[in-house]
């Protein structure tokens, strides 16, 4: 077993190749072929799930990126307007905002904050033309900022391409290994049990199997070939006594 398969993703692809196959298989049971596809199927389920991992994280941060940006350029426009109309106090109205934009986001307050600062500061050396100093500034930045994320968009879509065609990839090969599963055991029955699942008898066991009435103790020969089916039993009838003999699919399976 590849030691860089986790053993989540295995029992992942395991359980997923049972539901397909119709059957609690076991896969140690399995040939040896077939549990080496299981582990390269494995292996790639792992690195589709990290790369759904990566997409979601890098989709999150540059949606609050981008959301920061438009935020910051909204309130410094806003900031330069007030400043124009009513001078200093814009810096509260500012302040206000940012407050209360902060608790959506906290970087927006840090990056409002940081400006403040920036400005009272170069107030002692500019006076009130700090504001349009700094604000026209930090829309410039906040401009370049936004359209370097918005480019990172489309690494993203190639990622996501990539995601969507191997997971294509991944179902088609989970299809024809669920079926190789199938087709290494001889018999496949179809039965009238949980929604028509398949009864699997393995390939290993000799075409007759011989057992004994549960009731005279006759030996009975099980014939794969022609079978009955009864209350979610194989049922073979005694030529003997006329009992019926209830064969659970695990017993043959052994």
């Not at 076991?26 to 690195?47: D, N, V, Y």
């Not at 290494?184 to 179809?190: A, D, I, L």
């Not at 929604?195 to 009731?215: A, D, E, F, Y």
């Not at 014939?223 to 073979?236: H, L, N, T």
Request: charge should be positive; proline fraction near 2%.
């Amino acid at each position: 077993m590849n030691n860089n398969i986790s053993s989540s993703d295995r029992m992942e692809v395991v359980n997923s190749l049972r539901k397909k196959a119709g059957y609690d298989f076991i896969e140690e049971e399995l040939p040896p072929i077939i549990r080496s596809k299981i582990g390269r199927l494995s292996e790639k389920w792992g690195k589709i799930k990290s790369m759904i991992m990566e997409y979601n994280n890098k989709s999150e941060n540059i949606k609050r990126t981008i959301n920061l940006c438009k935020t910051e350029i909204i309130l410094l426009t806003i900031l330069i307007l007030f400043t124009l109309l009513v001078n200093w106090p814009a810096l509260l109205i500012y302040f206000g905002l940012s407050f209360l934009l902060g608790y959506r986001d906290q970087k927006i307050f840090i990056y409002s904050i940081i400006i403040l600062i920036l400005i009272i500061i170069l107030f002692f050396v500019i006076n009130i033309y700090s504001v349009y100093i700094i604000s026209v500034l930090f829309i410039g930045v906040f401009i370049i900022y936004y359209k370097n994320t918005k480019a990172k968009k489309n690494y993203l879509v190639t990622l996501k391409n990539n995601i969507d065609n191997l997971e294509r990839e991944f179902e088609n090969e989970l299809n024809d290994l669920s079926d190789e599963i199938l087709k290494s055991h001889e018999y496949v029955f179809e039965a009238k049990l949980e929604g028509n699942k398949n009864v699997v008898i393995n390939k290993n066991i000799s075409r007759n199997i011989t057992i004994k009435c549960v009731s005279c103790g006759a030996p009975l020969t099980f014939d794969p070939s022609q079978y009955k089916w009864e209350r979610g039993s194989i049922v073979i009838e005694c030529p003997y006594c006329g009992t019926k003999n209830y064969v659970n699919k695990d017993i043959l399976n052994k």
